[in-house]
């Protein structure tokens, strides 16, 4: 029998393509380039992710984003993910980087945007899966650096599709970031925003007020406030909701606590990804199956959650109605 969620045609549109990085390729990377891990064996290195909270995360991926040094470093990662995602039946993935955390490191947009584009172009021919690129700034630095990293990417805004907000959440509301956000969108640039992974729902409504973003990624806490999922529900702002990191960073003890299908079922537009999902446990499939066996999902609920990600997506009209069919031809079997 083919796997139903695998079969189900998706996007991706949360994940983080340092947060892609397997312990293998850390290892051949750091042996490629001569870099010192602090960790002596692959399993050495599952055993240091156990988190408490984003932060003892974001400690170990800006480490093992170190490895990553050279175009063909860039390249293979992100191919490595596209195949891995084409495998899980994603059909179109919308994928962060982190300029930031390698700009800081001396290696520049020259390095990495090439790395990218041959991945991507490789997928589109060999995979048929489309892609983009989301550039996050990292919202632990100010914004000065975010509007520096902006002309830095200048000359590569036709390869960029969006920009995003990610990093430290607490202590770092998202009217810090309006300025580049504007920047951006007079780029023609579009927008999305990390809020309400860790934060109160007052950073949701503040990534839509203030950078006006077209979706937010997490978005977890919004039902801390009822207006607030109300507004999400009018205005049909999507979720890139990401369950198995959510239970890997305490958000929620185990995901049979989960409040994905609680806000599905209030009218919220949810969508499911990965997020790193070399550090979390698993890709999107896992994400789906996970959420199949803690919370009950359907079949009907896993096809509107795929649904919703085609929608929530920055794909044409006439590319989502594609696949939007193809569901409903599955949906109808
Ligand atoms: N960078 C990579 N993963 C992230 C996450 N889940 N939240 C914020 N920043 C991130
Ligand atoms: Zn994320």
Redesign the pocket.
Same mark, same amino acid.
């Given at each position: 029998m083919t796997d139903f969620i695998i079969s189900l045609p998706k996007a991706e549109l949360h994940v983080?393509i340092e947060?892609t990085l397997e312990p293998e390729m850390m290892f051949e990377l750091a042996a490629r380039n001569g870099v010192d891990l602090p960790f002596a064996s692959v399993e050495e290195i599952g055993a240091a992710y156990e988190f408490t909270d $984003?932060q003892s995360f $974001?400690d170990i991926?800006y480490q093992g984003a170190e490895v990553l040094q050279t175009s063909d470093d860039f390249r293979d990662l992100m191919w490595a993910y596209l195949e891995r995602a084409a495998s899980d039946g994603v059909r179109h993935t919308e994928m962060f980087f982190d300029a930031q955390t390698h700009t800081n490191r001396g290696i520049g947009f020259d390095v990495f945007m090439p790395g990218f584009a041959a991945a991507m172009d490789r997928a589109t021919a060999e995979l048929g899966m489309t892609s983009l690129l989301i550039m996050c700034f990292l919202r632990h630095l100010p914004e000065s650096a975010a509007i520096e990293t902006l002309e830095a990417a200048r000359p590569y805004l036709g390869q960029i599709a969006a920009v995003g907000l +990610?990093?430290s959440?607490l202590g770092h509301p998202p009217e810090d970031f309006a300025r580049v956000f504007a920047m951006a969108r007079d780029a023609g640039l579009r927008s999305v925003a990390?809020a309400g992974?860790e934060g109160p729902p007052g950073f949701i409504s503040g990534a839509l007020d203030s950078l006006r973003a077209e979706r937010i990624d997490h978005g977890v806490t919004c039902d801390q406030d009822d207006g607030l999922v109300s507004r999400l529900v009018t205005e049909q702002i999507p979720l890139t909701m990401c369950p198995l990191?959510n239970v890997r960073l305490k958000a929620f003890e185990r995901m049979e606590d989960h409040n994905l299908k609680r806000l599905m079922e209030r009218g919220v537009k949810v969508t499911v990804n990965s +997020? +790193?999902p070399s550090y979390f446990g698993g890709y999107i499939a896992d994400n789906y199956r996970a959420l199949e066996h803690g919370l009950g999902l359907t079949h009907a609920d896993l096809a509107v959650l795929a649904g919703n990600s085609i929608e929530a997506s920055f794909l044409d009209d006439e590319a989502k109605a594609m696949l939007i069919a193809e569901i409903d031809e599955m949906l109808a079997d």
């Open positions: 983080h947060g $984003l $974001l991926y +990610d990093s959440e990390h992974e990191s +997020d +790193d």
